[in-house]
């Protein structure tokens, strides 16, 4: 029986496009193409971090980056002295040129600390409003950071504010709790040097 139905196998001559069909040759160049290019992809864009390798900067690196003070400026600062530190005119003072911000530089970490309320004047005109205490929200790396920012954006050139200057005009207000009462307050507090 094998015999004969090998015979009628052997007989059979196979349709045309079952013996030498395979994939269609657009298919293959597509997609030997994509293959081409992804591998070179992946060999020339490996960079220098592989994401195996954790965070691998050092502690410094990290600190300088979230001490920058831009960041901090977006997130707290902006929404009332703006992106541009211009302020908003008869609400909020603005930071660029403003002798509260650039003249020393205990006063501005004082502002930051204590907030003020009040009326202060700059530029010529007067605002009445409040802005409020950061010092149990910052830290001092954090407060130093955003006040070198504003110092040296906008127009500004002042030097920087450093973590000890914060911790030191802190220290200078311990048992402190009340907003500064406007700019004379302020100039007051001015008269006591606590930053060489």
């Not at 001559?13 to 994939?23: F, I, M, Q, S, V």
């Not at 050092?58 to 992106?83: D, F, L, W």
Request: charged share 15%; glycine share 10%; aromatic share 6%.
């Amino acid at each position: 029986m094998s015999g004969k139905l090998s015979a009628q196998l052997a007989r059979e001559n196979p349709d045309p496009h079952e013996a030498a069909n395979g994939l269609p040759i657009v298919f293959v160049l597509f997609f030997g193409t994509i293959a081409v290019v992804a591998l070179t992809y992946l060999l020339t864009h490996r960079g220098t971090e592989t994401p195996y390798e954790g965070d691998q900067r050092s502690a410094q690196r990290i600190v300088t980056t979230s001490a920058s003070g831009e960041g901090t400026y977006q997130k707290i600062c902006a929404a009332c002295h703006q992106g541009n530190g211009l302020g908003v005119p008869g609400a909020f003072p603005p930071l660029a040129g403003s002798p509260w911000l650039l003249d020393d530089r205990q006063t501005p970490i004082r502002i930051v600390l204590l907030g003020i309320t009040g009326s202060i004047t700059v530029d010529g005109k007067t605002f009445n409003g409040m802005m409020p205490a950061f010092k149990d929200q910052l830290s001092d790396v954090e407060i130093a950071g955003v006040l070198t920012h504003a110092r040296s954006s906008f127009g500004n050139q002042a030097p920087v504010i450093t973590e000890q200057d914060v911790a030191t005009v802190r220290a200078s207000l311990a048992g402190r709790t009340e907003s500064w009462a406007g700019g004379a307050a302020l100039e007051e507090a001015r008269k006591t040097k606590v930053l060489p």
